[in-house]
């Protein structure tokens, strides 16, 4: 049961240029998150998803584009990454009715020179 | 527009103390999630508060949940360096988390 999957762990991009980051998670949850920390910052929301074919905004979308084709994926992307995009990208899930809560990936560091 | 907000932002504390940190959030909200970070890792779940006088003890730590006052509060009992991170306070609204801005612990001896 590997959780919540995140790849790749570490990626450097030039101004301007685009990528994906992937998330994958085994548990069936409904539910999947990608939050951005700052350093020395709490976490931003930037969308999420109840569920295949439904996405939503979070707290800081704008520079990021999101799909959800299955329960078990839902990939971030940049399109024209920019220096404010610097940040450790986590990507969580849950399944909304469990007490125990959300899961969540270790993160892609990424940084925009 | 919810905002949560922990303070202090950072304490240093000599082991052996005790201290409390404290989470404040702005909308109804009925779960209340707490985390633990250590440097460049992901997080930890420490604690899921699921109602208004709710208290969940762990070790040296003890977290409840006021949700008339929106507030929670996790304290620490008597420090040890191993407690050294950064806590995060969580409340779930609408099926997402919206985090605080985080408490950066430092014990020393």
């Known amino acids: 049961n590997a959780g919540v999957t995140q790849t790749p762990k570490f990626r450097i991009l030039k101004i301007g240029q685009s990528m994906t980051l992937q998330c994958t998670q085994d548990?069936?949850?409904?539910?999947m998150y990608w939050y951005r920390q700052d350093p020395g910052m709490g976490l931003k929301l930037i969308y999420y998803s109840v569920g295949a074919g439904i996405t939503d905004k979070g707290e800081v979308p704008n520079g990021y584009n999101v799909s959800r084709s299955t329960t078990e994926d839902f990939p971030l992307r940049l399109e024209l990454a920019a220096p404010s995009q610097t940040s450790v990208y986590f990507c969580?899930?849950?399944?909304?009715?469990?007490?125990?809560?959300?899961?969540f990936g270790s993160g892609t560091r990424l940084t925009v020179v | 527009e919810l905002k949560v907000e922990q303070n202090p932002l950072f304490l240093s504390m000599q082991e052996g103390k005790n201290y409390t940190i404290y989470c404040n959030y702005s909308t109804t909200s009925d779960r209340l999630y707490w985390y633990r970070q250590d440097p460049g890792k992901s997080l930890e779940s420490l604690f899921v508060l699921l109602s208004n006088g709710a208290v969940k003890q762990e070790g040296r730590l003890m977290a409840s949940l006021d949700t008339k006052a929106r507030l929670s509060t996790l304290h620490i009992t008597a420090a040890v360096h191993d407690l050294s991170a950064t806590y995060f306070c969580a409340v779930e609204v609408t099926d997402k988390l919206i985090f605080g801005t985080g408490t950066r612990l430092q014990v020393f001896p």
């Open positions: 969580a899930s849950s399944y909304l009715g469990q007490a125990w809560g959300y899961t």
């Open positions: 548990m069936n949850h409904n539910y």
